[in-house]
């Protein structure tokens, strides 16, 4: 797919990701780009950002109600919607000792919320015959996010959701990829690297920390080609290959790494 004339939401929009997928989807000739946040007032400064094919919308990705609503007011507003992207996420950056109320986040961010969107905008491709689904994942879907437990299952769940969607529905025109960046450059990450987090820590000892700009890049050459994985870091390819060929040889070089870290 490319990008001009198509309509796309991007939930979790007002940040690093979402919004440079705002600016890029718009350049690259978008007829209409709705950019969706859990905070309103920074998806309306993107959208004003973007221009005038851009439109803001506030909402909570956990609340089907809110997600089922986007979906309907986007169709009444332009006809239809070609590309979905759920790329909302949260991090916890604890471990087992995580709350359950952060586990319950991280699970319906991160997972139920793909689920619901997918709810929502499906009806309307089966019945044009096509639609294109994006979703937001990370390389700790392939692999593992050091020091996130929570972040590294549902991430594992949201990589395994979309490689379902794409068996299910692809034969009824519906393509779905997922995007799974290792180190990108935004509040996410920001965050755990001002706090010292010692999964911050690996991912920017692990290869290079991309401008958000560059996931776009990746972004669009993977919806040209229709890839599922789609990996902005190429390496992480390989890690997920040597992780399938020797779990235990690929689990002992990251233990490695994280020794020489906490040294
Ligand atoms: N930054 C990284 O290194 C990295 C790496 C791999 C994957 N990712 C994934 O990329 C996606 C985008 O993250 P980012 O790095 O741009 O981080 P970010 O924190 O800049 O952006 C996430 C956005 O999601 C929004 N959001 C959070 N909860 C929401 C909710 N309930 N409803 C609606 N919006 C909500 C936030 O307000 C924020 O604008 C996430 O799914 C994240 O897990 C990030």
């Given at each position: 797919m490319n990008l001009t004339d198509r309509v796309a939401v991007i939930t979790g929009g007002a940040g690093g990701i979402g919004a440079a997928l705002a600016h890029r989807f718009a350049a690259e000739g978008a007829a209409a780009v709705v950019v969706a946040d859990l905070d309103a007032d920074a998806a309306r400064a993107v959208a004003a950002a973007v221009?005038?094919?851009a439109h803001a919308a506030g909402l909570d990705v956990t609340v089907e109600e809110q997600v089922r609503a986007?979906?309907?007011?986007t169709e009444r507003r332009y006809?239809?919607?070609d590309l979905f992207c759920a790329n909302a996420g949260v991090a916890t950056a604890a471990g087992l000792d995580?709350?359950?109320?952060?586990?319950?986040?991280?699970w319906r961010?991160?997972?139920?919320?793909h689920?619901?969107?997918?709810?929502a905008v499906l009806p309307g491709m089966l019945a044009r015959g096509q639609g294109y689904l994006l979703h937001t994942c990370s390389a700790a879907g392939l692999l593992t996010a050091v020091g996130d437990a929570p972040y590294t299952a549902t991430k594992h769940a949201a990589v395994g959701l979309a490689e379902w969607l794409a068996v299910t529905y692809r034969d009824q025109g519906i393509r779905v990829s997922a995007l799974c960046p290792q180190g990108v450059d935004t509040p996410m990450l920001a965050e755990g690297l001002a706090t010292g987090h010692l999964g911050a820590r690996v991912i920017a000892a692990s290869g290079a920390v991309l401008h958000p700009d560059r996931v776009a890049d990746a972004v669009i050459a993977g919806l040209a080609e229709e890839r599922f994985l789609i990996l902005p870091h190429p390496e992480v390819a390989q890690h997920a290959l040597r992780r399938a060929e020797d779990p235990d040889g690929w689990q002992a070089g990251l233990r490695?790494?994280?020794?020489r870290l906490r040294a």
């Open positions: 221009g005038p094919v986007l979906v309907a007011d006809g239809h919607i995580a709350a359950d109320a952060d586990w319950d986040r991280a961010v991160n997972v139920l919320a689920v619901h969107s997918t709810r490695k790494l994280v020794r």
